[in-house]
């Protein structure tokens, strides 16, 4: 038995006891942890107190609670999918998204009209309340059951001048891409990637385990005149996905002689 003589709440010196048999190896990854009972033999404390003191680990991100189940050591691995970003095209001029044979649709897409939010307007560079078309994916990965949320805004404006865009906005974004490119614009794209913790709805979707973050990434692709027309983004839980990126040299504008 390994009774507690620490200061401080009796539950955070167990919090304490056991982080550091799950950092030493001791309680591995992915292993169950032992009973409540077992946990107030070892350390000679009630059952509220392992239970306060599971309840902070898991707060901290280092035990699951699997209901029916019990007390699991979260995984320390490396996510199972890489998602490359980028955006290719074919010698015909099609289009291509590196990863775009790996998703599955779980779920038919959602087409509706809502609005800019201060976060959407400021991407799209429009106040808020401006008219938007918007399609929701739920996509799974069927090999890793990886899943993920993917939401595609196009302002009415954009799609008054391109009818296609609203008469389709759950169209792939490779066929977007397209019809864009069908109406004369020339496309340079713009990715932002932050990580947060999710919203309850998010957490539901995404069958995320407890204090698990999300990668929120947004990509919007630019016209010729370098002007917003759509605004995509991508949500999944920062332990079952990583994002790559390859990275070229531009070339720097030539020195303009001095007079």
Not at 237 to 251: C, M, S, V
């Given at each position: ?83 490359e970003r980028g955006v290719s095209r074919t010698s015909d001029g099609k289009f291509v998204m590196p990863n775009g044979d790996i ?114 990434v947004c990509r919007v692709a630019h016209g010729t005149d370098d002007r917003p027309l759509i605004l995509e983004e991508l949500r ?24």
């Open positions: 038995m390994s009774e507690i003589q620490r200061p401080g709440a009796l539950y955070q010196q167990v919090a304490t006891a056991i982080r550091e048999a799950i950092l030493s190896g001791e309680f591995a990854p992915d292993s169950l942890l032992p009973s409540e009972a077992q946990l107030m033999t070892r350390y000679g404390v009630s059952r509220p107190t392992v239970r306060n003191a599971i309840a902070a680990l898991r707060a901290e991100g280092l035990i699951d609670v699997r209901h029916g189940k019990g007390s699991y050591v979260r995984s320390s691995g490396q996510p199972v999918l890489t998602l998703w599955q649709e779980a779920e038919e897409p959602s087409t509706y009209r809502t609005h800019t939010t201060r976060d959407t307007g400021r991407l799209l560079q429009l106040q808020t309340e401006e008219a938007l078309f918007g399609c929701d994916r739920l996509l799974i990965d069927p090999s890793t059951g990886t899943r993920a949320m993917h939401r595609t805004l196009i302002p009415f404006e954009v799609a008054e001048a391109v009818p296609l865009l609203g008469q389709e906005p759950c169209k792939p974004s490779a066929a977007l891409y397209g019809v864009l490119t069908q109406a004369g614009h020339k496309l340079t794209w713009a990715e932002t990637v932050r990580a947060r913790m999710p919203l309850p709805d998010e957490r539901t979707t995404l069958q995320l385990p407890d204090a698990t973050p999300i990668l929120h999944f839980g920062a332990d079952r996905a990583e994002l790559a990126y390859r990275i070229t040299a531009d070339k720097q504008p030539a020195r303009r002689p001095r007079a």
